[in-house]
């Protein structure tokens, strides 16, 4: 139900008090507009719009009675549709309102005397069209409003068809023409004008704005311009005059402001009213009904699905949080070492996600939870940590890496107290640019940075060269670099040698966390469009992961020297694994001494001097200290390769070369990189120790175990009918046990 209606046109009204009330009735009206949005059932929508009715009756009789014979009412007008009406007031000078052709009106407070003003609101991202004519026609109006043409840059059509989905609209004075076109007769128009709109085909089938650029460099012409495009036949209709198509195109764009604008007629920027409301999330119109829907779908179709809301004292959605049956599974495998994603929440995307990320048996990155967060507070992460904790029974992750923020460090703080938190270093090297750019001498410090970070082994070593860069380009008072300096024992890899990534430090140059649906999501990504994308992405990563197992299972790598470390671990790692570990047995060749430097009874402390490859393609020698203990068997570099990545570096196995091993020890073989390491892990929680009465544990156990066989199954087709006739042996099997236990039977 809408509310158009003409706004009454009346004398000057001197009285502060009836201004005051007016403004009052209309401030009111706005209230329950906005309330109004909130409504989901069908009931609670039918009282909204008998009670809006109501206040619009009310404003009618007020009004009469404040103007009485001074002014000359109106009848208001209704209209049942979609919200297409909206005020805004400004109450320091003018009252605006529409009306019912979507035509500006601006009423003077003092005279109240209406003043029509035909003003296309400028184009903004994520505004959606029925159709591309409908988008062009728009633009094109709003292009004669400012006094500009119209020029398609771009189209873009389908393969083997001459369907569109997509195109670029820009000022006709964009770009400069080339030297062989120009007309020496005529003025050149073209001054690489900036302004242009971008939009495309979405899933919803209606047509998206993506992008827009709305300042000219050049001035503005008058307002009688007409597009040198002409118009298809779909917007070209012969009973339509111009102003009806201006009226039209007005009416559609309003109604789709109030579709994606959420509570109000100028909350169309999600990322303001997320900052301005942080108790509750910003969805737009159909948000809530697509959030049911996926977990009603998921919760039919994937048993073993987890999800938790959080409702604020208002009874609105403030927070979500969901897991599917394999992302639960992976928290057991893969949940030791956490990389906390929320890239889009703090660089306020249209979707407030966060996500958490481990790193699967193959190196690659698997999904954890899933988020939908209200605000980058303290209270949300808070909530969101304890909600994928009890998803996990209690096992809190050994190391979670994150961005640097000091409300998630709080949070981790609070609710992972045993847990390594370690600030993501690609994510500090990522905004290098970003907060030095502005520097003097920036190639130069950036260099120097670089080096501190990746090329220093001791904490003394970047103690140095960190001094050395703030004192020769005087960037002591730098607020950034020295808040960057303070965290240092959370980020620089001299201080977590100690700490165990199993492959996500990122602490090689060039390596990097990537968020987990980087090719999925978009800074203006509607909710409704992620959901649907968010099951594309993991069914693709459980391909990728189902082919990898196949290629690891099935082939033999290509062995590449005669050292015996490389022909053990090629028999027990994944194929992708096990490259990054034949490189590190290729450069042992680089080394070229190993020395004794101190003995202390079975612990001895080698040097290995290693050729490395520095600026310029020029190599240069550096050595690396390596602890080895004969008796225990623990062999320890100082560069930490193995904590970091999760297998030895070339220098420890030089070492173990050195001293005639020639089998890397047990402890050194991680088993979340062996081909069989779910197998395993499986057989590790076995039911030896099953509680006789705890029928939850019983169901953990077996869904775990069907889990594999189904993941196994699906391998080949050979996989498949072997998985199917071991479900239905089973399942007969059971039977025959509950026969024999039927009273009946007996």
């Keep these: ?72 009412l109106r009848l208001f007008q209704m209209e049942i549709g979609s919200h297409n009406s909206e005020q805004v007031q400004d109450p320091e000078s003018n009252v605006i309102a529409t009306d019912r052709d979507g035509v500006l009106m601006e009423l003077d407070a003092e005279n109240c005397v209406r003043e029509e003003k035909k003003e296309f609101v400028a184009p903004a991202i994520g505004m959606e069209f029925e159709s591309y004519e409908d988008a062009y026609n728009y633009y094109n109006c709003y292009a004669k409003e400012l006094g500009f043409r119209v020029r398609v840059k771009n189209s873009w059509f389908k393969r083997n068809s001459k369907e569109k989905y997509g195109a670029v609209l820009c000022c006709s004075s964009q770009g400069f023409k080339r030297i062989k076109d120009v007309n020496r007769l005529r ?56 102003s009806d198509t201006e009226n039209q195109t007005l009416k559609l764009y309003r109604a789709l402001v109030i579709d994606s604008g959420g509570n109000g007629p100028s909350n169309f920027n999600a990322t303001e009213a997320r900052n301005d409301s942080p108790n509750q999330l910003n969805l ?37 949080f969901w897991i599917d049956a394999r992302s639960r599974e992976a928290c057991g495998y893969f949940g030791d070492v956490i990389y906390f994603d929320n890239t889009y929440l703090a660089n306020k995307f249209e979707i407030p996600l966060v996500a958490l990320v481990g790193i699967n048996h193959h190196g690659q990155a698997v999904l954890l939870g899933c988020a939908l967060l209200a605000g980058e507070t303290a209270e949300s992460y808070i909530w969101l940590f304890k909600a994928w904790l009890t998803c996990v029974s209690g096992r809190s992750p050994q190391t979670i890496i994150t961005d640097r923020c000091n409300v998630v460090q709080s949070a981790i703080a609070e609710v992972f107290p045993s847990c390594h938190h370690c600030f993501g270093l690609s994510l500090i090297i990522k905004k290098v640019p970003e907060k030095l750019g502005g520097s003097c001498n920036y190639d130069a410090i950036r260099k120097a940075l670089l080096k501190a970070v990746y090329e220093t082994l001791k904490v003394i070593e970047f103690e140095a060269a960190w001094g050395y860069m703030i004192h020769r380009f005087g960037i002591g008072d730098h607020e950034w670099l020295q808040s960057l300096y303070d965290d240092r024992f959370r980020w620089a890899p001299v201080y977590l040698k100690d700490t165990s990534f199993s492959g996500m430090s990122a602490t090689r140059p060039g390596e990097t966390l990537s968020p987990f649906f980087d090719k999925y999501v978009h800074k203006q990504t509607p909710l409704k469009e992620f959901l649907d994308k968010y099951e594309l992405a993991l ?64 612990i001895i402390i080698f040097l290995v001097k290693e050729r490395v490859v520095a600026d310029g393609n020029q190599r240069k020698i550096r050595d690396y200290e390596v602890l080895y203990n004969r008796t225990a068997g623990e062999v320890r570099c100082i560069c930490s390769c193995f904590n970091f990545h999760g297998y030895l ?43 006789g009465t705890d029928r939850m544990q019983w169901f953990g156990q077996l869904y775990r175990s069907a889990l594999q066989i189904v993941e196994e199954g699906v391998i080949s087709l050979d996989h498949y009918n072997v998985a199917v006739q071991t ?6 099997r059971v039977h025959e046990i509950e026969e024999k236990h039927n009273p009946e039977n007996l």
């Design 539 to 602: 069914q693709k990563k459980h391909k990728e992961e189902a082919l990898a197992d196949i290629d690891s299972r099935s082939s033999s790598p290509m062995l590449k020297t005669r050292c015996s470390f490389e022909l053990q671990l090629s028999k027990i790692y994944t194929r992708d694994i096990f490259k990054k570990f034949q490189f590190e047995v290729e450069e042992m060749y680089s080394c070229f001494s190993t020395t004794q430097l101190h003995i202390d009874g079975p």
């Design 727 to 732: 479900f239905e042996e089973s399942l007969k």
């Design 284 to 320: 737009k119109k159909g948000d809530t009904q697509a959030i049911y829907n996926y977990l009603c779908r998921m919760q039919l179709t994937n048993p073993n699905f987890f999800y938790l809301m959080d409702i604020n004292d208002d009874g609105r959605l403030r927070n979500v």
């Design 187 to 242: 003025k050149e128009t073209r001054t690489g004008c900036p302004a242009m709109l971008r939009m495309r085909l979405a899933d919803s089938k209606r047509w998206r704005i993506l992008e827009v650029a709305l300042e000219h460099n050049h001035l503005l012409g008058t307002k009688m311009y007409k597009s040198m495009k002409k118009m298809t036949s779909g917007t070209k209709r012969k009973s339509q005059s111009c």
């Design 1 to 72: 139900m809408s509310s158009n209606f003409n706004v009454p046109i009346g004398r000057s009204m001197n009285n502060r008090r009836r201004k005051t009330e007016k403004q009052k009735l209309i401030e009111t009206h706005h209230r329950h507009l906005r309330e109004s949005a909130a409504g989901e059932t069908l009931a609670h929508r039918i009282y909204l719009s008998f009670h809006r009715i109501l206040l619009v009756f009310e404003i009618v009789c007020l009004l009469t009675l404040k103007l009485g014979n001074k002014g000359v």
């Design 649 to 691: 570096c070339r220098h420890a196995l030089c070492v173990l070369n050195f001293n005639g091993v020639e089998e890397i020890p047990s402890k050194y073989i991680l088993a979340r990189w062996k081909k069989d390491y779910k197998r395993l892990y499986i057989l590790d929680h076995s039911s030896n120790n099953v509680d």
